[in-house]
Each structure stands twice: as C-alpha cells, then as structure tokens.
C-alpha cells in the first residue's frame, strides 16, 4: 500500500528509508528534516487507508478550558468550539452535521469572538450593523429589511437617495473629502475611516447583485479596514458570515474566481471539481453561478467542515491521485494549492484527465517556495524576506522569541515558535518547487490542451538587495521573485 502511494506522489522506490533527502528540494537541506519526512509518511498512510479512516488515531487537543461555557479543541489544523456539557470533541459528529452547537475557526482567538458573539446575541438581540449601499446595487429595501431589528447605519456611496427609516445614514466620502458613488480602501477619508473604526460594528453587510459580485472585491477590502464580521448577501438571497481568518481568504478567492471568470463562461449546471477546497470557502462561493454539482477535495481530514452545503459533496483526497473517471467535471480549478502539493505535475494531469472534453481547467499557485514569503508564515517575518532560505529553523525560532511574536503564535494557535515553526516548514505543509519543477512550458505546449492563458506573477526585486542576493548565491533570480502563476486551458475535444 505504502509502495503504491510512494510511486504515485513520485518518491523513488529505491529509497529504502524515509529519512531521506528528496531530489526536488535539491540543495536546500534547511527544511528537510525526519520531523517533516514522517509527517509526509503519515499523511499518505492515512490517505490511502480503506474507507478513509485514519489508523492513527489523530487526538484533539484541548487548548482552553471552560471559556464562557465552551472547552476550545485544536483538531487537524481547525480549532472547535465544544459545548462544555458535551463529552468532548468528536468528529464523526462533526461530520455528520448532528452538531450545531460546535464552531470552527482558524485561531483560539478566532474560535473565542465567535464564543463571546454567541453570548451577546443571547443577552441582546441587538448588533451593531453597518450596512454598505453602494453603487451597484439596485435593490435597498428587500436587502436591509432582515436587519432592520438591529441597531443599523447604512453607509450610502455618493448622492444616493436614502428613504427615511429606522437607521442612521452616513455618505462615504473619497479622500478629498468629496461625495463618491465608489467605495473603495484605497481612496477613503481618513476621517470617515476613522469613525467606522470608532463605531466597532459587530458586522458588516454587503449586498451584492448580478455578476458584479466577482468584481466587488473592493468592498471586502474596505470592509476588511475596519470590521471584522462581514455578511455577504448573494445574487439569489442566501447570506454568508465570515469572521476572522476567513474575511482576509474570502478576498483573494473572490480574486481569483473573478480572474477565472474572465476565461470560463458561466457554470450554471455543470459539475465542478476544486483541488484543494480546504473548509469549502470558495465551493460555496461558487453556488451563486448555480453549478449542479460542486466536489471539493483536499487532503485535510476535516475537509469541507467550514461551508456545507447539499450542492456540495466534500472528499478526503490527494490531488494527484484523484478517485473520479476521466471526463467527469465541466470544469476543474485549484486556488493557493499547488505549491502545497508534493507531485504538482501530477495534480495538473489528474486534473486535466477528469475534466470533460472542451472543458476547463484554471489553476493558481503562490506564493511558491523560493520566493520572499514562500514559508507561508504570514505576519511573523514580513521584515525578513526569503527568512526560510536564509536562516535555519532554530534561528527562526529564536528570532520569534526575541520579538515577542511567539507570545502572539502562542495566543493565537495555542502552540509553541518551536511547534510553529517546524509544523509550517514541514513537507507536508510547503513543497518546496522551483517554478521550473511545475513544468509549465511542458502544458503550455500539452497536445491535449487548448492554452487559454499562462501568466506569472513576480514579487520582490525591490526586496532583492546585493547582500541579500549575495547570501542566496545559489538559488537563481528568477526563482527568488517568482511568486506565482496562472494556467488556464481547455481540454481538446
Ligand atoms: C492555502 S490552502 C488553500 C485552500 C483554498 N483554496 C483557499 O484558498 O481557501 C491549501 C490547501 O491545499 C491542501 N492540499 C495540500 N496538498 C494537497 C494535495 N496533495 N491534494 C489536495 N489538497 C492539498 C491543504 O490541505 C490546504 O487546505
């Protein structure tokens, strides 16, 4: 079993032991560790367990005990809220949806607010809302109504007519302090930010109509500036709530959905497949095109626990190995992944082999390994840039110690700099890729592929200084600043 999953992720199976150095890490032993290597090991044991079912018994970890009521577990990467009557975590019910009363989050401190929200909503059933009435939205009274049992101010973009009503209106105003019909982070009045910041909403609603949802991303940012609850009101009525981690993702999703869409026509009643769905944030963007059917795979075990939903059906998968027949989705697209994924050539094919002919496939990558933030380790060493390539693990460690930050990391995630650190370097986790390794000219040119589009993105020339390029000699400019790329084509009939 172990033999197989070894040939298809691509280890060599002349190498005996697991300790060992993998060709396409070349010359960069400072994350190869036998930390990581059984890490990588167990991943692929479990995955290729039958029926799915792990034979190591993950145990979740209890973080904090007894916060207003909930213990606070750490399982799988997610952090769980559990009633403190119930008998512990279990996540079979979890999985089994039996359970409403457990949240998930990506931080303690994530999983705590959402704790402290549930509360206020019982001792009041007032929030603070902010409702955004911006350009494009035709719609005002049917949108506000849910809401209007709140403690509501609507923030109206330009001259925009506001029938009077139980609500506060305040009028956006763009950096000259002048009336704008565009609300936007970039071009805000610093005085207005101030006292949406001041006002500390509890949540923030955004109406979104037509297809303009992909395009407005610019109102999460906006949102993202001051808030830290967003609701989404999709195209057909339904409502979305996203907190903490999940307002910065929901950006660069939509992002890359929108980019996506610049190339895919509409989906309306296909089958959709995404590579690496993670919680199921961005399936359940995509229920507003009205697929049939969207399936999310990922090799987290607790894939799909974020964002439910009957249209979607969530699978414990590798990429590489995908478990459908060939010529199964109307279209197949990857987010953020492949530069996670250990045989990211593999997973391009497997996604191209079960995409239907005349069919689509979109996949993003980034920020990938060699470039200034390909450690992933957002926020702790955006003062350092390619800190992975230039110092090693323990230097790391030391280094978030002598900030302070591990005080953070441990508030945050509820686990040491050491734990962090090595966890977030693990193979498992980054793997590890030259943007050569991705072979890209290799699909570019595929006989079996109608290239749509192939683009990269590049960060960090201004961060490359002679020092700096001096102590990073052996790694290549370009896979130092090679930060991402996109790669759509259709599947020839
Ligand atoms: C940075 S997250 C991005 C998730 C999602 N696209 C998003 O943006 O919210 C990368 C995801 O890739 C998944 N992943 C890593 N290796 C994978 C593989 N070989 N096959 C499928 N998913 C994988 C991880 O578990 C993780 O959920």
């Known amino acids: 079993m172990i033999e197989t999953a070894r040939k ?38 479990d995955l290729h367990h039958p029926e799915g079912k792990s034979p190591r018994l993950v145990e979740a970890e209890l973080k904090v005990q007894a916060f207003y009521g909930y213990n606070i577990y750490y ?26 009363q457990m949240s998930v989050g990506h931080t303690i401190q ?9 509360q206020q909503d019982v001792q009041s059933a007032t929030s603070r809302v902010l409702f955004l009435y911006h350009a494009e939205l035709d719609g005002f009274r049917d949108y506000l109504a849910p809401f209007l ?40 009045s610093p005085e207005l930010l101030r006292r949406l910041r001041d006002e500390n909403f509890d949540l923030v609603v955004i109406p979104h109509e037509r297809r303009s949802f992909w395009q407005g991303i610019h109102l999460e940012q906006f949102t993202s500036s001051f808030a830290k609850c967003i609701i989404n009101v999709f195209l057909n009525g339904r409502f979305r709530m ?30 959709i497949l995404e590579v690496g769905c993670s919680d199921g944030l961005a399936c359940d963007l995509l229920l507003c095109e009205e697929p049939r059917q969207i399936t999310g795979v990922d090799v987290m075990g607790i894939v799909g626990c974020g964002y439910r939903d009957p249209r979607i059906r969530y699978e414990r998968v590798d990429g590489s190995l995908l478990p459908f ?31 239907i002919p005349g069919g689509y496939c979109y996949i993003q990558a980034g920020p990938l390994y060699f470039s200034p933030f390909g450690h992933h380790m ?74 749509i589009a192939s683009t990269r993105s590049y960060e960090g020339e201004d961060l490359l200084t002679d020092s700096i390029r001096r102590e990073l000699g052996s790694i290549s400019r370009k896979d130092l600043v090679s930060h991402g790329f996109e790669l759509v084509f259709k599947k020839k009939a």
């Not at 060599?12 to 190869?32: K, M, Q, T, V």
């Open 8 to 45: 298809a992720i691509g280890i060599p199976s002349e190498l005996s032991s697991w300790d060992i150095s993998i060709p396409a890490f070349g010359n960069n032993p400072r994350i190869l560790h036998s930390e990581s290597v059984r890490n990588l090991k167990q991943t692929i044991d």
């Open 75 to 100: 399982y799988d990467s997610r952090y769980f809220a559990v009633p403190q009557e119930q008998n512990g975590f279990d996540i079979d019910r979890f999985r089994s949806q039996s359970t409403s």
């Open 110 to 118: 994530d999983i705590q607010e959402e704790i402290l929200r549930k």
């Open 149 to 188: 049992h709140h403690n509501v101010t609507v923030l109206a973009g330009g001259n925009r007519e506001i029938p009077a009503g139980p609500y506060n209106v305040v009028h956006y105003t763009d950096s000259n302090g002048r009336l704008s019909d565009t609300i936007d982070i970039k071009n805000v």
């Open 242 to 271: 996203y907190r903490g981690e999940d307002v910065h993702r929901i950006q660069y999703n939509k992002a890359y959905l929108n980019s996506m869409f610049r190339y895919v026509p509409a989906i309306r009643g296909q089958n």
């Open 325 to 355: 027949k060939d010529n199964s989705f109307h279209l197949s697209y990857s987010i953020a992944t492949l530069e996670h994924c250990f045989d990211p050539v593999k997973t391009i094919e497997e996604m191209h082999r079960v995409t």
């Open 378 to 451: 957002f926020g702790y060493f955006d003062d350092f840039p390619w800190v992975h390539l230039r110092l090693s693990p323990a230097e790391m460690i030391e280094r978030l110690k002598s900030t302070g930050l591990s005080n953070n990391i441990q508030s945050v995630f509820g686990k040491e700099a050491e734990t962090y650190v090595h966890s977030m370097m693990s193979i498992d986790h980054i793997n590890g890729r030259r943007i050569a390794d991705y072979k890209l000219e290799y699909f570019e040119k595929h006989p079996g592929i109608d290239l």
